[in-house]
């Protein structure tokens, strides 16, 4: 059993940044896989980056390519989503997640298991 704890969000105008940050917890002595999500009102959740057991993404959401920034904190199982240049689109509930099998990044909301609380992020003036 894990235990996902998100941390970070809130109100930011447009072109700010803001950090989230995500620790998991629990029963696992090896890096698992984090995949970071959102959710705008009256849309699907959609994924947005995602570390397995590297140090690094593999891959982002096309929206927010070359202004979000996903890594590995020192402690093993913590990741951070920097998020530069903000846009009003970019508003949304924010999620971090790990996969049924722990390990591999995937895409499909449907093959994460454990969720983070959420945290809303909203980009206004």
């Known amino acids: 059993q894990l235990q996902v704890v998100q941390s970070g969000g809130g109100l930011v105008q447009p072109g700010g940044s803001l950090k989230l940050s995500c620790e998991v917890s629990?029963?696992?002595?090896?890096?698992?896989?984090i995949g970071w999500f959102r959710q705008a009102p009256g849309k699907e959740r959609e994924a947005i980056s995602c570390i397995n057991n590297s140090k690094f993404s593999n891959y982002y959401l096309d929206s927010v390519k070359g202004r979000f920034h996903m890594y590995r904190d020192d402690a093993k199982n913590t990741v951070n989503l920097q998020m530069d240049s903000l846009k009003p689109e970019d508003t949304a509930a924010y999620y971090c997640a790990v996969p049924k099998d722990n390990y591999f990044c995937s895409r499909s909301v449907d093959e994460y298991y454990y969720w983070g609380q959420g945290t809303q992020v909203t980009v206004s003036t």
């Open positions: 629990g029963n696992t002595a090896d890096y698992v896989a």
